[in-house]
């Protein structure tokens, strides 16, 4: 149980354009799921916190407008990277708080976001 | 400001055994994760600790100390797929998770 999956897995798009990542739990409903990025030979970086039904809360420094979150229902949460630049190429992870501890976070298996 | 420390690497035999240590300094403390997170995926929870002594759970253990800011991660009878990177996270008073760089484990035969 407790299962989180991401779509793509890995994507390469042009630069000024658009990608859209989605992250479901699916065996389990997620009130509450993160979005982190993650540099090569870096840790995660909590980039925002989603809450179902709610805006999402960005952390210091990551901009709004550019990364945007939506998590329409209790299995998904998206992630929308507009007008994508080559230093937003990075490893997107997200993760679900799990359905029987408020403090366990499951993830999913990452998204590789390559931008030319 | 918040902080966690852990070796960057550590070389370790298949077979033996290892400790990866953490420190922290953080704003109020609501537990101490362990992920193990292999080379282009995403991170796999091993273990939480929440109250001081050790954790037990197979081959891996985790210990905390509160009043030291420490804890390690201690693995048994490596095996080769254990090469992985190992990350260390406290979850402050706001319940937000702060991340260790994390510590690249390299087994040798």
């Known amino acids: 149980g407790a299962v989180v999956s991401q779509h793509p897995s890995w994507v390469i798009c042009k630069s000024g354009t658009s990608v859209k990542i989605e992250c479901r739990s699916l065996?389990?409903?997620?009130?509450?799921m993160f979005w982190y990025r993650q540099f090569p030979k870096q840790s995660l970086m909590l980039m925002a916190t989603?809450?179902?039904?709610?805006?999402?809360?960005?952390e210091q420094g990551v901009e709004k407008d550019k990364f945007l979150i939506n998590h329409a229902s209790l299995t998904l949460s998206t992630l929308t990277v507009t007008s994508a630049h080559p230093e937003d190429s990075s490893f997107y992870i997200c993760s679900a708080r799990g359905p029987t501890g408020w403090y366990e976070q499951y993830f999913g298996p990452g998204t590789r976001l390559t931008v030319t | 400001g918040q902080n966690i420390d852990q070796p960057t690497e550590m070389t370790a035999t298949e077979g033996a055994i290892v400790q990866i240590n953490c420190t922290y300094q953080?704003?109020?403390?609501?537990?101490l994760f362990w992920y193990q997170q292999h080379a282009g995926e995403a991170p796999t929870f091993l273990s939480y600790n929440v109250l001081d002594g050790l954790e037990e759970k197979g081959r891996f253990s985790s210990f905390l100390s509160r009043s030291k800011g420490y804890s390690y991660l201690l693995l048994k009878e490596l095996q080769m797929k254990d090469s992985a990177s190992y990350l260390c996270a406290v979850m402050d008073s706001n319940y937000q998770l702060i991340w260790g760089a994390g510590t690249k484990l390299i087994i040798k035969p």
């Open positions: 989603s809450n179902e039904g709610s805006k999402a809360t960005y």
């Open positions: 065996d389990f409903q997620a009130t509450t």
């Open positions: 953080t704003s109020g403390f609501n537990g």
